[in-house]
């Protein structure tokens, strides 16, 4: 996999950053999305497909990408396949400043030091190119005003936003209604990323120990709806750096 393309994590990462404040919408469920791209960035470069609700290695070769291969490692060490809601609700601890790292070092973001209440250090990330931003968010906007099926990349891209709660943060307020409903209704362009999507929400409503769907009942027709992500929370303070030599993770 080369790296002159972007991976999901990543721009998941850079829809999810406010540009105003420097710092991430969604913190907890972002971590979920993070893992849930990762599982699709896999799928799309033909390392792993989905075997049911479960997620089967095919190819354990690597893709250049370190944290891919780590997840890809982890998957193959497995053995048989992954149940995605599983994997996905698996401790995934430091992901996200995994990745805010990365994009610093690549230079689509810096940090910016700062304290809270005047005292704590904290940091917070900005965008160095806006440029990159506005055209991840333009293939969505152009997915939800036009209505043609999108590539399976934004498709997953936007099943993923959605599943995290990142509608309101991208479409705020009564007029971005329709818009939020219809990123919702993108999630069934890219089988991958439904599944993917369903997990990340059926993680957060804490149905992770059963299978994602029951059986109809005899004589009744199965149904596949689609869900609607939990309400967001509303913004949570940023956490101090813990030691001289650690960074704060940003939310």
Do not use: F
Not at 155 to 173: F, T
Request: net charge positive; with cysteine.
């Amino acid at each position: 996999m080369g790296r002159s393309r972007r991976t999901l994590p990543e721009e998941l990462l850079l829809l999810a950053l406010d540009p105003t404040t420097g710092t991430t919408a969604q913190p907890q469920s972002l971590d979920l999305g993070l893992a849930g791209a990762q599982l699709v960035e896999l799928a799309l470069a033909g390392r792993i497909a989905p075997d049911g609700d479960r997620i089967a290695v095919v190819a354990p070769r690597p893709t250049g990408d370190p944290t891919l291969d780590c997840a890809l490692e982890l998957l193959r060490r497995r053995g048989a396949p992954v149940r995605a809601v599983n994997w996905i609700g698996g401790p995934r601890l430091g992901l996200r400043q995994t990745y805010l790292s990365h994009l610093e070092r690549c230079g689509m973001v810096h940090a910016v030091a700062g304290q809270m209440c005047g005292v704590l250090p904290t940091t917070r990330y900005q965008a160095t190119d806006t440029a990159i931003s506005r055209e991840i968010r333009s293939r969505l906007d152009s997915a939800i005003r036009t209505g043609v099926p999108p590539d399976p990349r934004t498709a997953a891209l936007a099943a993923l936003a959605h599943a995290v709660g990142l509608g309101k943060h991208l479409y705020p307020g009564n007029e971005g209604r329709s818009s939020r409903s219809r990123l919702r209704d993108l999630i069934r362009h890219d089988p991958m990323g439904g599944l993917v999507a369903h997990a990340v929400m059926d993680v957060q409503n804490g149905v992770a120990a059963q299978p994602r769907r029951n059986p109809a009942p005899a004589g009744r027709p199965a149904t596949a709806g689609v869900r609607s992500a939990p309400e967001p929370a509303r913004g949570v303070p940023m956490q101090p750096r813990r030691g001289s030599m650690a960074r704060a993770v940003v939310h």
